[in-house]
């Protein structure tokens, strides 16, 4: 069965440093979610992605993230410039629909120091 | 704004008592109710949606709009049930896109 894959499953940074997540959706998938995880926390939506431009970003989502799907296959989240704060498990989702179910990869947990 | 609430962070069962889940929602519109699964080391998994009225692995969840809430139960709960589970809520129109709003999630442990 297809399923969403992500790395690195962990990445270790130092504050102020830039990191990019990525992300596999499900092949024929066409909606992209980025979600991420603070430790202890909800899992807090960031962004949805559709025909290659943002549909919708939370207040989380400021100038400091932002996504891209530089082909075929890969979804990405960039964070340019970490805080202490951007620590948490960072899920990427794919959906065939835009409000169907919403398969999850396994995450990246993202520590930055 | 829309939020979802599940009230007991702890839910723990013996094998074979019934259990039940709690999750209860707000939002004005018509809501989209999804049960999301993650057992330990493993993936978030969709485990229900309420469109679908379906049973999946004995568990069950129906839409109360009177109540808002959106409760997961099964009569008979298994060893292998305990997970943590999250209650979503997905909202159709305006300007969401499908995104998930999550409640705080349970972790249900069941004891033998």
């Known amino acids: 069965e297809p399923e969403v894959t992500q790395t690195p499953s962990h990445q270790v940074t130092q504050m102020g440093q830039e990191v990019i997540l990525r992300c596999v959706p499900i092949s024929n998938h066409l909606y992209f979610y980025w979600y991420r995880q603070i430790l202890g926390q909800k899992v807090e939506f960031l962004v949805s992605f559709y025909n290659n431009e943002i549909s919708e970003k939370s207040e989380i989502f400021d100038d400091q993230f932002s996504v891209e799907r530089p082909d075929g296959s890969n979804f990405t989240l960039k964070i340019r410039s970490t805080k202490l704060e951007d620590s948490a498990m960072y899920f990427c989702?794919?959906?065939?629909?835009?409000?169907?179910?919403?398969?999850f990869g396994p995450g990246t947990r993202l520590l930055v120091l | 704004a829309q939020r979802v609430t599940q009230p007991e962070k702890l839910l723990s069962v013996f094998k074979g008592a019934p259990v039940e889940l709690k999750c209860n929602y707000s939002?004005?519109?018509?809501?989209?109710l999804f049960w999301y699964v993650q057992y330990s080391r493993q993936r978030l998994q969709l485990l229900l949606r309420?469109?679908s009225r379906e049973s999946i692995k004995g568990f069950t969840a129906d839409l109360n709009k009177g109540e808002t809430s959106f409760h997961l139960k099964k009569p008979f709960a298994q060893e292998e049930d305990s997970a943590m589970y999250y209650c979503?809520?997905?909202?159709?129109?305006?300007?969401?896109?499908?995104?998930?709003?999550f409640g705080q999630g349970t972790i249900l442990t069941v004891h033998p």
């Open positions: 309420h469109i």
């Open positions: 939002y004005s519109g018509s809501p989209e």
């Open positions: 979503a809520l997905s909202t159709r129109g305006g300007t969401s896109y499908g995104k998930l709003t």
């Open positions: 989702a794919s959906s065939e629909a835009e409000y169907g179910p919403q398969y």
